[in-house]
């Protein structure tokens, strides 16, 4: 046993400083589309995107990144109208209404964020110190999993930051759900949801929970089973994200859509 | 070189699979598709005659009468197709005769129906269900315990909470498309089902990957197989609570995954393989994934051995969850589990594809042993195996790439396999293309062969086995329930 001990001592401290520091790793994530300022009113082929993600409307490109699963076929056709999100823990990261995954925003998109934001401080306003956290796959393809998994190791160690992860929804402050929503987890996601004491807060992980991604023909996301506070884009999402989201969902970080991070 | 047979009646077609298994062939599964008023079931085997390799996975296939609703079923002569004739009755509704146990596997079906079920009976006999929600970060699915107390004289699985239509997805999608949903039928094993979807296209095309998109495909494969390796590794170390090795595993594995980043911007390899090669170069000089590399090897390798001589971890596993080398090789068991019982039909070597006929990857010792230990020995060595094969195949590549990484893939209409060797074993895709579109794809994954296998390994274990025993099969879910 002991020589597992040195050997861990031996490695020295691999956890990142993030949200105290910024993280390199981080900072070099390639994160959902966005459209470039200057891009304006392009024209871009319909059948462009293969899950339906970029919309044409009143003559300017938009990309629901609830909807992009980051293939990048976009960005290799049209590097003039389309480009990666750079970082893992900006404003791409996560949004707290399922509009504000539309890049750029329309208008009326401050004022959902702002009652979003209004709605969760309210019930986060208890959580401080300790938040406890339940993980629900509603039809993941198994890849957001691991990434979950990662923010209990010791790269990202969570734990540092109060967060836990619970095995019953009775003591869970926020259920974490991941996957496109199958009609088999319907019927558990809905019961795990109502197990848990208000309140509570619900944050749907990876472009298949948010929308269904290229499922979508079939399977809605999961805001179709229970509400949805926190929508995280990414196929898988990388752990940074997923660690942004349960971080803006408790509270610990504010002002997010507004850039008050970089 | 895949053959396809045609045979005139469902009976024809089993008289022949059964013959073609009795010569030493692998059943590799069988499935219904219907187009129209036919309904058509193809059962694949894998060539294996005499262990010659070169053979492919040929296509048995048969026609059932207009408008029958059954057929006699193939289970009872090869048990393997036991999970396969539920899919292709949830699927068509087809009714196969004389299937012991016909219960929905993939489609909920009626909550009455779902009281849980009891194999076995007697004083003091009770049930546990386990899941689909369940204690910790797991993929939904729901184990049925059947337990007096300590051992688990049977256990039932459901899988259907999973279900997500992949296949009936594929569809009607355009050939590029169809290669981004392979990445995510079974998220943890993308490239495998990306090479395997691919390959089946580029049959069908008749086109020659590129020497170097070859090996860039290699490299991601085998990086893929290194961390579904050291996730198991690390969940093992979590069952017997060391919660240093379990660290340590959980670091080296996120080390692979940030190397996967940052050659192609993807953690799981997403966007490597298309039709006719790989989309881009390396993001990363070969002497930094070179450099990283080493170091990655060195430091699991030491853990792997440490981990191997740490007796309180080591007795939780010996004779655990024990799969004879009868019952692997009558199963046709894939992957690990399959060599760990002495059965191995590992496709990189009897049906080299990519650049492993170039590299010649060297196959794993023997094992007989076919428990949890014997497992992780087979995935330690496939890891060390792994690492070497990635080692040659970045020499091979030149310093700078201006050669074609993609070589045009316009398949015209047609039909093939197309097969890869996931962490998990052997991974399948029947691609049918019509006007440059998808009109039926069947994929199927190693943990869908395998994870019906969990229902024997229980012999003389007890529920504190459990963890051990899942965690030591290291499937995923998501590629069982598809």
Redo the contacts between chains.
Sequence with gaps: ?S???L??LR?GV?TTRWPRRADE?ADS??GPVTVRPEAGGASVPAGLC?TGAIETTGGSVRVDQGKC?????CVTERPDVFAWAAGATGPDAAALARQALVVPQVPETDEAIAAARAGLAARTAALHRSVHV?????????????????L????YDIHRLGIF?T?S?RHADVLLVT??G????AG?LRT?YEGMPDPKIVIAAGT?AVSG???A???DGVSATIPVDVWVPG??P?PFGILTALLIATGKLTGHREGALR | MTLTVTERSVAALWDALESRVARGGRFAGVFAARRGDTVTLTAHVAAKEEGEPGGGIDMLEAALPPGAASYPSLTPRIGAAFWYERVIHDQTGLVPDGHPRLAPLIR?GNPEEHALPRHVAGYGLFTIPHG??R??????MEYLVETPGEAIPHLNMRI???????A??FAGM?V??GV??AE?????A?VAHALAFCHAVEAIAGCEVPREAALVRVVHAELERIAGHL?VAMRLADAAG?A??N??F??H??RV??LV?GLC????G??VVVPGGVAAPSAMRPEEVRAELARLEKQSIA?AE?LMG?S?FLDRLRGTGPLTPDRAGEHGALGPIGKASGYSDDARLARPYDGYGLLAPEPVGEHSGGDALARLRVRFEEAERAFRLIRQAVDELPERTRLALRAPCEPPDGRAVGWAEAPQGEVLYDVTIEDGRIVCCQPRSASFHNLVLMHEVFAGDILTDFPFIEASFGL????AAL
């Design positions: 046993m020589v597992w001990v050997r861990g490695g691999v790793y994530w390639r293969p699963i980051l293939c990048g076929r339940r993980h629900v796959d509603a039809g993941s393809d198994g890849s957001e999993e691991w990434e979950i998994q990662a209990l190791g010791p790269v992860f095995a929804p996957g496109a199958t009609p088999g987890m558990p795990t298949d991604g290229l499922l023909d079939r399977l196929s898988p990388s | 909920p689909p929600v204690s910790g970060v797991f993929e939904s259907f909470y999973k279900h997500r239509g992949i009936g997805r355009a590029a498309d981004l949903l995510r039928a079974e998220g943890i993308s996730d060391l240093v090795a660290t340590r959980a670091l594995k996120e995954l940030r980043s911007g993807s953690r799981f997403r966007g853990d440490l740490t309180s995923s879910v998501a590629g």
